[in-house]
């Protein structure tokens, strides 16, 4: 187990405070490179920036990073308290989308088993899948693979999925698969640190709550991003 394995597990047994797991799938693929790539981790900044600022989400919220293509575990789960930097997306490669929620997704489950190692609760987890394209260069059977866990996992009410789509080349029908429940949304142009802004906020209110309790998202707060 490398050092910061240990100290994220160390960090479950020491900070009992229910978790909100948020795993954020962001397309870095070639296409996002310029001022779309600078634009995103500005936004990732922010979201970071607010987290850390809020008293019981910095111990409660854990931020899981997977970006395509190439497909990279860019961060693990863990409390900003225990990782307080986000890092630095490049640009680069294809746009294996099924592969990067695999990734995501099997992150998410480990995680899940050591909260329930640890006796840590948690919350309904989250995931964000942002893309300006269509899938290229994976597998269409992983793809549809992924589809079809998330969607099953969105139905149950095991995962709360957000699916957005950048630019006017965003395959929004295939991110509509992925939340049979909850509609895509188009991102208003470059406006990540507006979206991440909004996720923080829905973040903090999550971590107010009792787990199981249902958390009313901010709607409204969507028009300041998303094209509705």
Known sequence: ??????????????????????AL???????????????????????YQAI?????ARFSAEICIVTFGPVSLEADFATLDTRPQPPILSASGN?????AVELAINSLEKRKAAYKASGVDYYQPWLVLMTDGHPYGGSQVVLDRQIARVATMAESRKLTVFPIGIGDEADM??????????SPLRLQGLKFSEFFSWLSKSVSRVSQSTPGDKVTLDVEGIRGWAEL
């Open 173 to 182: 029908s295939t991110l509509a698969r992925f939340s049979p429940g909850r």
């Open 25 to 47: 799938c962001l397309d870095c693929s070639g296409s996002m490179m310029g001022e779309p790539i600078q634009e995103l981790n500005e936004g990732v900044k922010t979201f």
């Open 1 to 22: 187990m490398n050092e910061l394995a240990l100290i994220e597990m160390e960090d479950l047994f020491e900070n009992p405070t229910p978790r909100v797991p948020v």
């Open 52 to 56: 850390n600022d809020d008293e019981i």
């Open 95 to 99: 746009t294996p989308m099924g592969e």
